[in-house]
């Protein structure tokens, strides 16, 4: 296993959740992407997308995935950074990317008023079904492991499929 780890997957599919967990275990530094890019813009990504689009909210996830640099880290990224493929090249590049698999269903509950959530980029008229559907073969294509955590799994079975 690289020494670098970064979670990919839908909004509500657990990669701050698991991914703070997981990084304390294993003793990484943890870095949240949305945090990364609010840091560095000096605002929120909701008022990004508001004023500025979703196109211009990904162009900006995509510059700050591009200059990154881990060291003994977990990444928990933004659930658009697939769309990214130069951004989604240079993770692989540096760790094992995980995709942290969860039904529509799930993430339908665990997301609270899906059609009107806030915080997901997604064009006008796209609903969570639609980005869930587009990115899903993108999930599985930049992923070197793939955990189903349609319930949240134990520290144990997590580090299970990371051997």
């Known amino acids: ?4 780890i970064i979670l990919i997957g839908m909004p509500g599919s657990g990669k701050s959740t698991v991914g703070v967990q997981l990084a304390k275990h294993l003793g990484l530094d943890f ?3 949305d945090l990364v890019i609010q840091t ?3 605002r929120m990504l909701q008022d990004i997308f508001d ?3 979703y196109q211009v909210l990904r162009d900006i996830e995509e510059k700050e995935l591009l200059q990154l640099q881990l060291s003994n880290d977990l990444v928990s990224t933004g659930g658009s ?3 990214s493929d130069a951004a989604m090249k240079h993770l692989r590049s540096q760790g094992t990317v995980i995709y942290l698999s969860v039904s ?5 509950k665990r997301i609270n008023d899906s059609e009107n959530s806030r915080g997901i980029a997604k064009s006008d008229g796209q609903t969570l079904k ?3 559907d587009e990115r899903l073969p993108l999930y599985e294509k930049y992923a ?3 955990i189903d955590n349609e319930t949240f799994m134990s520290m144990e079975d997590i580090l299970s499929h990371l051997k």
């Open 1 to 4: 296993m690289a020494n670098n």
């Open 31 to 33: 870095i949240d992407t």
């Open 40 to 42: 560095n813009q000096g």
């Open 51 to 53: 004023n500025d689009g």
């Open 81 to 83: 950074a697939v769309y």
């Open 104 to 108: 529509f269903e799930e993430i339908e």
């Open 130 to 132: 639609d980005i869930y």
């Open 144 to 146: 070197d492991v793939t």
